[in-house]
T-cell receptor, first 117, second 110 residues
Framework: DGGITQSPKYLFRKEGQNVTLSCEQN?????MYWYRQDPGQGLRLIYYSQIVNDFQKGDIAEGYSVSREKKESFPLTVTSAQKNPTAFYLC????????????????FGPGTRLTVL | QQPVQSPQAVILREGEDAVINCSSSKALYSVHWYRQKHGEAPVFLMILLKGGEQKGHEKISASFNEKKQQSSLYLTASQLSYSGTYFCGTERVRDDKIIFGKGTRLHILP
């Protein structure tokens, strides 16, 4: 079955440690996105990528980094510079980006809940 | 630049109707609507494009007023399964990303 997988579902880390969240899709989608979800804040865009080896900052990119070496993978690293990393992180993908993104829905993964102790 | 959703929360009895509004201060190219159940990923409901018509299926429909930069989601004769948080996502003209609102929590009582 096609879809988006995120692992792990729950992640605990000590303050000051970097942590990488995995996102893999087998939908052959060009665009991939990372969102952060906090209670009452909705979905806030961290980074997005329209094509392999290219990505753009979203609204809250500080303290995060990404890579897009393969079409199907878009890992997110939460660095120690992120002041409030505890949150629910969602990865999404869509068929195309740029001007055609309006025509296509975003498919979301199940999310990773990160808790920094 | 997040779109503003209203109301923030609503409680209905099964069979009642609900309207969720989404407004933006910027000119929009499209509006997306998603529903998220507690602890689950958001699920796509529909996209409304600039110049397009009102869309919908069964008892969930939406409209998009381009001049006012507003969209509304209509849930008719609500069912228990409609409970969840509804997000609108807006895309500005010549932009390539969606900005989501803070969500509207909908709770349907039997």
């Amino acid at each position: 079955d096609g879809g988006i997988t995120q692992s792990p579902k729950y992640l605990f880390r000590k303050e000051g440690q970097n942590v990488t969240l995995s996102c893999e899709q087998n939908l052959n989608h060009d665009a991939m996105y990372w969102y952060r979800q906090d209670p009452g804040q909705g979905l806030r865009l961290i980074y997005y990528s329209q094509i392999v080896n290219d990505f753009q900052k979203g609204d809250i990119a500080e303290g995060y980094s990404v890579s897009r070496e393969k079409k199907e993978s878009f890992p997110l690293t939460v660095t120690s510079a992120q002041k409030n990393p505890t949150a629910f992180y969602l990865c999404a993908s869509s068929i195309v980006g740029r001007a055609l993104s309006s025509y296509n829905e975003q498919f979301f993964g199940p999310g990773t809940r990160l808790t920094v102790l | 630049q997040q779109p503003v959703q209203s109301p923030q929360a609503v409680i209905l009895r099964e069979g009642e109707d609900a309207v969720i509004n989404c407004s933006s201060s910027k000119a929009l190219y499209s509006v997306h609507w998603y529903r998220q159940k507690h602890g689950e990923a958001p699920v796509f409901l529909m996209i409304l494009l600039k110049g397009g018509e009102q869309k919908g299926h069964e008892k969930i429909s939406a409209s998009f007023n381009e001049k006012k930069q507003q969209s509304s989601l209509y849930l008719t004769a609500s069912q228990l399964s409609y409970s969840g948080t509804y997000f609108c996502g807006t895309e500005r003209v010549r932009d390539d990303k969606i900005i989501f609102g803070k969500g509207t929590r909908l709770h349907i009582l039997p």
